[in-house]
């Protein structure tokens, strides 16, 4: 008998000796309508999930842990008692391609008031969670935690702490992405205000010396203006965003109103005592936002599993967790009576969460001090860009003040009320992980023999502007799939052609993520991108079907950074291509039109802008009257496609002159961010207006805004005429203004008045 037909019949007794012992552990859960309050507010259109098997649990946020152990069969069933459809998706359990969750490309929709139930082997351990993949769901609350026990526990432990971290906003997710869409800076004044509270938060709780020491914080510029841009020394970088069109490093799109633990704010751990060693199982559930994870005055712990895969164990003092990544830690509680916090910082800054554990006085975490505009983290930028190292290295931020201590300071999120901030060392320098030091605890590498295929490059690119999110120029609409071949060795390029992170998720695999390591590299399901970085993986084509591919940043993926990643001669079944067309219009798309409106009135004229932004495809509507005069009436409705981020082309009518004139237009955004739009009319004349908008500083928190707006025309004589407006941004949708006309004849005029945005 040879060695290969041994190898076999080892293997076919092994997997029925397993199949024997396998026990079918069952769940039974019911997606529900709730109200959720985090924030003083009572929110009525969250979801949660409550279990009525094996143990009754009332429907929360987050949604009840979820445990097997390897060899497990898992039956789950899942109720919707909602009105609306759902689905659910266990995010990094390879399992069968039809049990994976996500609607139309594996399973079919759960419809309300109905069932459906999942069933697949538990074929690895680890740590992972599950969450919905309709709609923007997630977002409302619909996650939670699975635990995948192992036989012979990594290390031993004496608490075992699933951690859940996730972020939440009052408004209804689709609020949200319409505000996103009529503006990919929306949230800009929001987070603002956020980031100036926790600033003064800080300073306020300082000694008077060092209130008056640390005053330069207050007036830290977090809008982007020229101002204060010049003030903190970062001009040339603002001159260099505009220039290049890219604009400052973007950590988020959406102000949230509060971050989760385990859906609490603040939250106590209680039972862990000095020496004792704490295992925490850290997911990052949020919907956007990456999170820092800290202990107490930068205390080290040991990282063991990334995404659920064992690591060979590597001590750092802080995590940058991106969306959908899952790290398990272990802390040694050190022998001192201190309760210790266990801290979540957003990666913008603005704002955090706790957990506390152990027994005495409190030792906080630092405060990440929110940076200016155009201040940049290097710590960010190399999460997942190849170029840590394993020395302590600061966590980048420019100036003395990125990570404050909280000295005798009184914590917004200390639940406690029995103990004293202890006195604190002066503050180290942080070790923040790297993928570079992440290395598998077992040889990860392919056989030599199997096929690799071409390298696959996907360039992830967006617009702020119009909110889209391209993978190779194109939206998930306009280019759906990745055909692979199954048994080869595939290779993606992640190339991140923005200034946002992008943490990107493989459905049904785990990947190879290339950091150096060799033979050893880490295996992952989720690896974030940072900023203008390139990160390879490869990946064993061994799971037939057609698997999700996308960016984890949940309004970033609807609007169109996704793919499916289809084996060749794989083809959707019938039942699910039937599901689609039931369902498939009812669902949001990155090809969905969103209507924006603003009316500007002044005491010299009155305007009214309608846009419809559905994509490529950009309706906009402009009426004018000058001097409230009919007579001077002028409208221009034009629509566009957008060939690229920075060029379109289209058509409209024109109506001048108490006439009404077909045109073609084309619009570009030169460098330096100036928006030039031109036409011309049936009848020859040409027109090309420029605009440009600098924020030139900020009052009271407020910015204050300079718009220029030439307009040049020809037809049979040269003409011009120039607008300019100064406006004050009091909200999100008001703005008060004064606004100047000139005419090559010299006519002027100045308005005051307002600004109302829809």
């Known amino acids: 008998m040879s060695h290969l037909t041994k190898s076999i019949l080892f293997l076919l007794v092994s997997f029925f000796s397993i199949s024997s012992m396998a026990a079918e552990r069952y769940y039974d859960l019911r997606i529900k309508n709730i109200t959720a309050n985090f924030t003083g507010v009572d929110v009525k259109h969250a979801l949660g999930i409550s279990q009525t098997f094996p143990a009754p649990k009332e429907a929360a946020i987050p949604a009840p842990t979820l445990r097997f152990r390897l060899g497990d069969d898992a039956v789950i069933t899942v109720h919707n008692d909602t009105d609306e459809p759902a689905t659910l998706h266990w995010h990094g359990l390879l399992v069968p391609y039809k049990q994976d969750g996500p609607q139309f490309s594996n399973t079919k929709i759960i419809e309300p008031n109905s069932k459906h139930i999942f069933r697949f082997p538990i074929r690895h351990t680890g740590t992972y969670w599950y969450h919905s993949h309709t709609q923007l769901q997630e977002q409302r609350g619909l996650y939670g935690a699975i635990v995948i026990e192992e036989d012979q526990p990594i290390e031993e432990v004496d608490h075992d702490y699933v951690f859940v971290m996730s972020d939440w906003v009052n408004e ?56 204060g841009a010049y003030q903190n020394g970062n001009l040339s970088k603002y001159i260099d965003g505009e220039v290049s069109r890219m604009g400052p490093m973007d950590f988020s799109d959406v102000g949230y109103d509060a971050y989760l633990i385990n859906g609490k704010i603040k939250s106590m751990l209680k039972n862990v005592r000095h020496g004792e060693k704490v295992r925490f199982r850290i997911i990052n559930a949020s919907a956007s936002t990456y999170f820092y994870f800290n202990i107490g005055n930068k205390r080290n712990f040991k990282v063991i599993t990334k995404d659920g895969m064992p690591v060979q164990p590597v001590k750092v003092n802080e995590l940058l967790v991106g969306i959908a990544e899952t790290y398990d830690v272990i802390f040694e509680v050190p022998h001192m009576m201190k309760k210790f916090e266990a801290k979540i910082t957003a990666q913008d800054r603005t704002g955090s969460s706790s957990l506390m554990f152990g027994m005495g006085d409190m030792e906080m975490a630092p405060v990440k001090i929110p940076l200016s505009t155009y201040e940049m983290d290097h710590g960010d930028m190399d999460h997942g860009g190849g170029h840590g190292d394993d020395d302590d290295n600061d966590d980048g931020d420019h100036g003395d003040h990125g990570d404050m201590n909280h000295d005798g300071m009184n914590h917004e999120n200390m639940p406690m009320g029995d103990g004293h901030d202890m006195p604190m060392p002066p503050m180290g320098k942080t070790k923040q992980l790297k993928y570079e030091m992440l290395k598998s605890v077992k ?22 502007e119009r909110y889209t999110w391209h993978i190779n120029g194109k939206p998930f609409s306009e280019d759906k799939y990745i055909t692979i071949r199954e048994n080869e060795v595939i290779t993606f390029r992640y190339i991140n052609k923005t200034m946002m992170h992008h943490p990107m998720h493989l459905h049904g695999h785990f990947f190879r993520v290339l950091n150096g390591q060799g033979d050893y590299s880490p295996l992952m399901h989720t690896v974030d991108v940072a900023p203008m970085k390139t990160v390879t993986i490869e990946f064993h084509a061994n799971e037939p079907g057609i698997w999700f591919l996308h960016c ?68 906009e509507m402009e009426l004018e009257v000058d001097e409230y005069d009919i007579d001077n009436f002028e409208a221009e409705v034009m629509f566009k496609r957008y060939l690229d981020r920075f060029f379109a082309v289209g058509t409209g009518v024109v109506v001048d002159d108490q006439k009404v004139y077909a045109a073609l237009t084309a619009a570009y955004n030169l460098p330096g961010n100036i928006e030039m739009e031109g036409y011309i009319r049936h009848d020859g004349k040409a027109v090309v207006k420029l605009k440009k908008s600098i924020p030139l500083a900020t009052i009271a928190g407020r910015p204050l805004v300079l718009d220029l707006t030439p307009e040049f025309s020809y037809k049979d004589q040269f003409d011009w005429n120039f607008e300019s407006e100064v406006s004050y941004n009091y909200s999100e949708r008001v703005n008060f203004g004064i606004n100047y006309r000139k005419d090559k004849e010299g006519n002027d005029s100045v308005g005051f008045g307002i600004k109302i945005r829809f």
């Open 172 to 227: 209804h997710p689709m609020d949200v992405l319409y505000n996103l869409k009529k503006d990919g800076h929306y949230y800009g004044l929001k987070k603002s205000d956020m980031k100036k509270a926790v600033v003064r938060n800080y300073v306020e709780s300082l000694s008077e010396e060092d209130q008056i020491k640390n005053a330069h914080l207050l007036k830290k510029d977090f809008l982007g203006t020229v101002l």
């Open 443 to 464: 040889k990860s590498n392919f056989d030599d023999g199997l096929i690799r295929a071409q390298v696959i490059d996907l360039e992830l690119s967006g617009d702020m």
């Open 552 to 619: 984890h940043n949940l309004y970033h993926m609807k609007m169109g950074m996704a793919r499916l990643v289809k084996y060749e001669g794989f083809e959707q079944d019938q039942e699910l291509r039937a599901d689609q067309a039931k369902w498939g219009p009812v669902m949001t798309k990155d090809t969905d039109a969103f209507w924006n409106a603003e009316a500007s009135l002044y005491s010299n004229t009155a305007k009214l802008d309608v846009g419809v932004n559905a994509g490529r495809y950009e309706v």
